[in-house]
């Protein structure tokens, strides 16, 4: 098995899959990790969490999106919380999309936190951006709803992307697309 890839194959399932027990349980993670960054900034004023925060989250989607997601921080602490449940497989090419969208939030949030930390009026637009990645991760967690993969399969949809031979599944079969022919 290659150190960089996206997903892994899985008997019977003809695409590249993830573990929806630990895609969910990573969302809550940098989900809890962002809650304690944005309490920090909005009631104590205290910037200093959010460049650390959005920076892990800013690595974990970076290791996620571009060599292998089992080896992100994050799903690796994930996996050890649900390692005793039985994994729920998803396709894992819409999970890229969501990834990097989660990617591009949070390093813009990460060179913004910098310039943060000496000039506090930039506070607002720093924390609307956390909001929104934080919004994503607990819509993701607390309903199974990925909104980037919505994004993939809109995409796919309207032909902006190739459709996939094999249509991959999403939680509870939430994601439609016909399978090319």
Wanted: net charge neutral.
């Amino acid at each position: 098995m290659s150190i960089v890839s996206f997903g892994e194959h899985v008997d019977g399932i003809g695409y590249k899959v993830l573990n929806e027990r630990e895609v969910r349980a990573s969302a809550g993670i940098l989900f809890i990790m962002g809650l304690v960054a944005v309490v920090a900034g909005v009631f104590f004023q205290n910037y200093t969490p959010i460049p650390y925060v959005s920076g892990f989250m800013m690595l974990s989607f970076l290791i996620s999106v571009f060599i292998n997601p089992k080896y992100a921080p994050s799903n690796a602490i994930a996996r050890l919380i649900v390692l005793k449940q039985e994994p729920i497989y998803i396709g894992a090419v819409q999970k890229k999309i969501a990834w990097s969208l989660g990617l591009a939030i949070s390093s813009v949030v990460f060179f913004l936190s910098i310039p943060l930390q000496s000039d506090p009026t930039i506070f607002e637009s720093v924390c609307m951006l956390c909001l929104l990645c934080m919004l994503l991760m607990f819509v993701e967690t607390a309903f199974g709803i990925c909104v980037g993969c919505q994004l993939y399969f809109l995409a796919v949809k309207l032909k902006l992307m190739k459709q996939p031979d094999v249509k991959p599944n999403c939680m509870g079969n939430s994601c439609e697309v016909q399978t090319a022919e």
